[in-house]
Protein backbone atom coordinates (compact mmCIF):
# COMPACT_ATOMS: atom_id res chain seq x y z
CA UNK A 1 0.00 0.00 0.00
CA UNK A 2 1.02 3.07 -1.14
CA UNK A 3 1.38 6.39 1.61
CA UNK A 4 -0.83 9.05 1.13
CA UNK A 5 0.53 12.52 0.16
CA UNK A 6 1.65 13.80 3.28
CA UNK A 7 2.49 10.69 5.17
CA UNK A 8 5.62 10.15 3.94
CA UNK A 9 7.40 12.33 7.28
CA UNK A 10 4.62 11.24 10.02
CA UNK A 11 7.10 7.91 10.69
CA UNK A 12 10.01 9.75 10.39
CA UNK A 13 8.74 12.89 12.75
CA UNK A 14 7.45 9.54 15.43
CA UNK A 15 10.81 7.75 15.34
CA UNK A 16 12.36 11.49 16.13
CA UNK A 17 9.89 12.37 19.38
CA UNK A 18 10.47 8.29 20.65
CA UNK A 19 14.60 8.46 19.96
CA UNK A 20 15.07 10.64 23.01
CA UNK A 21 13.45 8.81 25.50
CA UNK A 22 14.63 5.93 23.74
CA UNK A 23 17.93 6.98 24.50
CA UNK A 24 17.84 7.57 28.09
CA UNK A 25 16.18 4.91 28.97
CA UNK A 26 19.30 2.85 27.68
CA UNK A 27 21.73 5.07 29.07
CA UNK A 28 19.40 4.82 32.33
CA UNK A 29 20.32 0.99 32.35
CA UNK A 30 23.74 1.41 31.44
CA UNK A 31 24.73 3.25 34.12
CA UNK A 32 22.21 1.31 36.85
CA UNK A 33 23.95 -1.85 35.83
CA UNK A 34 27.44 -0.48 36.20
CA UNK A 35 26.46 0.87 40.01
CA UNK A 36 25.36 -2.38 40.47
CA UNK A 37 28.13 -4.21 39.38
CA UNK A 38 30.21 -1.64 41.73
CA UNK A 39 27.97 -1.88 44.71
CA UNK A 40 28.68 -5.62 44.58
CA UNK A 41 32.45 -5.61 44.51
CA UNK A 42 32.28 -3.45 47.44
CA UNK A 43 29.90 -5.72 49.40
CA UNK A 44 31.85 -8.49 48.15
CA UNK A 45 35.00 -6.79 49.78
CA UNK A 46 33.19 -5.97 52.84
CA UNK A 47 32.05 -9.44 53.31
CA UNK A 48 35.28 -10.81 52.73
CA UNK A 49 37.22 -8.09 54.93
CA UNK A 50 34.75 -9.49 58.07
CA UNK A 51 35.78 -12.89 57.35
CA UNK A 52 39.40 -12.22 57.96
CA UNK A 53 39.03 -9.53 60.70
CA UNK A 54 36.59 -12.22 62.84
CA UNK A 55 39.73 -15.18 61.28
CA UNK A 56 42.14 -12.62 62.98
CA UNK A 57 40.75 -11.63 66.24
CA UNK A 58 43.06 -9.69 68.32
CA UNK A 59 46.25 -10.83 66.48
CA UNK A 60 48.12 -7.53 65.65
CA UNK A 61 48.00 -6.68 62.06
CA UNK A 62 44.55 -7.77 61.15
CA UNK A 63 43.44 -4.47 60.48
CA UNK A 64 46.16 -4.27 58.12
CA UNK A 65 45.24 -7.94 56.37
CA UNK A 66 41.00 -6.92 56.67
CA UNK A 67 42.33 -3.18 54.45
CA UNK A 68 44.46 -5.35 51.82
CA UNK A 69 41.79 -7.71 51.21
CA UNK A 70 39.51 -4.46 50.86
CA UNK A 71 41.28 -3.48 48.65
CA UNK A 72 42.34 -6.66 46.44
CA UNK A 73 38.58 -6.99 46.28
CA UNK A 74 37.29 -4.22 44.83
CA UNK A 75 37.72 -4.79 41.08
CA UNK A 76 36.11 -3.21 37.58
CA UNK A 77 34.20 -1.55 37.39
CA UNK A 78 34.53 -0.20 40.71
CA UNK A 79 38.10 1.15 41.58
CA UNK A 80 40.16 1.10 44.92
CA UNK A 81 40.59 5.13 44.59
CA UNK A 82 36.98 5.28 45.22
CA UNK A 83 37.16 3.76 48.69
CA UNK A 84 37.08 6.91 51.02
CA UNK A 85 36.38 5.23 53.94
CA UNK A 86 36.70 1.63 55.90
CA UNK A 87 35.18 0.89 59.59
CA UNK A 88 36.61 -2.04 61.53
CA UNK A 89 34.57 -1.93 64.16
CA UNK A 90 32.13 -3.87 66.87
CA UNK A 91 29.23 -5.48 66.15
CA UNK A 92 25.93 -6.61 68.14
CA UNK A 93 24.75 -9.73 66.60
CA UNK A 94 22.33 -8.08 63.84
CA UNK A 95 25.58 -6.23 62.28
CA UNK A 96 24.70 -2.39 63.70
CA UNK A 97 27.92 -0.95 65.76
CA UNK A 98 28.19 -0.98 69.32
CA UNK A 99 28.51 2.51 70.70
CA UNK A 100 31.45 4.40 69.50
CA UNK A 101 33.68 1.18 69.46
CA UNK A 102 35.08 1.56 65.37
CA UNK A 103 38.77 1.82 64.08
CA UNK A 104 37.72 4.26 61.27
CA UNK A 105 40.42 4.12 58.20
CA UNK A 106 40.60 7.17 56.00
CA UNK A 107 41.99 5.98 52.22
CA UNK A 108 44.66 8.21 50.99
CA UNK A 109 46.89 10.91 52.53
CA UNK A 110 49.34 8.23 54.02
CA UNK A 111 49.46 4.59 54.39
CA UNK A 112 49.84 2.31 57.42
CA UNK A 113 52.09 -0.83 58.18
CA UNK A 114 51.26 -3.50 60.27
CA UNK A 115 53.67 -6.09 61.36
CA UNK A 116 51.96 -9.82 61.83
CA UNK A 117 52.89 -13.49 61.92
CA UNK A 118 56.30 -14.43 62.27
CA UNK A 119 57.47 -10.29 61.63
CA UNK A 120 55.94 -9.82 58.24
CA UNK A 121 54.68 -6.69 57.51
CA UNK A 122 52.20 -5.08 55.01
CA UNK A 123 51.16 -1.35 53.95
CA UNK A 124 47.91 -0.01 52.69
CA UNK A 125 47.20 2.56 51.62
CA UNK A 126 44.93 4.44 54.58
CA UNK A 127 45.34 6.16 57.63
CA UNK A 128 43.55 5.20 61.35
CA UNK A 129 41.62 8.41 61.53
CA UNK A 130 40.27 7.24 64.61
CA UNK A 131 40.78 4.29 66.44
CA UNK A 132 37.78 3.19 69.15
CA UNK A 133 38.09 -0.58 68.70
CA UNK A 134 41.72 -1.43 68.56
CA UNK A 135 43.21 -5.00 67.82
CA UNK A 136 44.43 -5.74 71.40
CA UNK A 137 40.78 -4.64 72.64
CA UNK A 138 39.02 -7.68 70.81
CA UNK A 139 37.61 -10.85 72.88
CA UNK A 140 38.15 -14.02 70.62
CA UNK A 141 37.85 -16.15 73.76
CA UNK A 142 34.42 -18.47 74.43
CA UNK A 143 34.43 -17.69 77.51
CA UNK A 144 34.59 -13.82 77.51
CA UNK A 145 37.23 -11.14 78.41
CA UNK A 146 35.40 -9.05 81.16
CA UNK A 147 35.14 -5.26 80.36
CA UNK A 148 31.83 -5.60 78.58
CA UNK A 149 32.41 -8.81 76.62
CA UNK A 150 30.78 -11.61 78.03
CA UNK A 151 31.51 -13.92 75.30
CA UNK A 152 32.81 -13.90 71.31
CA UNK A 153 32.94 -10.25 69.61
CA UNK A 154 30.79 -10.21 66.17
CA UNK A 155 33.51 -8.02 64.15
CA UNK A 156 31.98 -5.76 61.71
CA UNK A 157 33.10 -4.02 58.36
CA UNK A 158 31.68 -1.13 56.42
CA UNK A 159 33.16 0.51 53.29
CA UNK A 160 31.94 3.63 52.30
CA UNK A 161 32.22 4.08 48.54
CA UNK A 162 32.27 6.90 45.88
CA UNK A 163 30.37 6.11 42.78
CA UNK A 164 30.92 8.06 39.52
CA UNK A 165 28.52 8.26 36.46
CA UNK A 166 30.08 6.98 33.47
CA UNK A 167 28.17 8.89 30.71
CA UNK A 168 27.95 12.54 29.98
CA UNK A 169 24.63 12.30 30.03
CA UNK A 170 24.37 11.13 33.80
CA UNK A 171 26.88 13.48 35.22
CA UNK A 172 24.26 16.41 33.99
CA UNK A 173 22.39 14.95 37.16
CA UNK A 174 25.47 14.85 39.38
CA UNK A 175 28.83 13.89 39.97
CA UNK A 176 27.97 9.99 41.85
CA UNK A 177 26.36 8.61 44.54
CA UNK A 178 28.01 7.61 47.55
CA UNK A 179 27.08 4.65 49.43
CA UNK A 180 27.84 2.64 52.34
CA UNK A 181 27.81 -1.36 52.48
CA UNK A 182 29.14 -3.64 55.69
CA UNK A 183 29.16 -6.99 56.72
CA UNK A 184 29.89 -8.54 60.40
CA UNK A 185 30.87 -11.98 61.54
CA UNK A 186 30.86 -13.62 64.39
CA UNK A 187 35.01 -14.01 65.68
CA UNK A 188 36.31 -17.48 65.38
CA UNK A 189 37.31 -18.82 68.98
CA UNK A 190 41.00 -18.77 70.00
CA UNK A 191 40.69 -20.58 73.24
Partial sequence: MLPRAG????????????????????VGLMEFAVFM????????????GSVLAAEGGNTPGTDCVVLDTVERDVVAPATQIRIQIVNIYWSDRNGDQNGSNTNTYTRGGGTTTCTYGG??????????SSGGYLEGARCDVLAGCGGGHPGLDT?????TY???WMTTIAKQA??????????????????
Avoid at 155 to 159: E, Q
Fill in 7 to 26: EGGQGLLEFALVLPVIMLVA
Fill in 119 to 128: GASLTVPYVL
Fill in 155 to 159: IGVRV
Fill in 174 to 191: GTGVTFTVGSATRMEPQQ
Fill in 37 to 48: NARNAVEFAARD
Fill in 162 to 164: LHQ
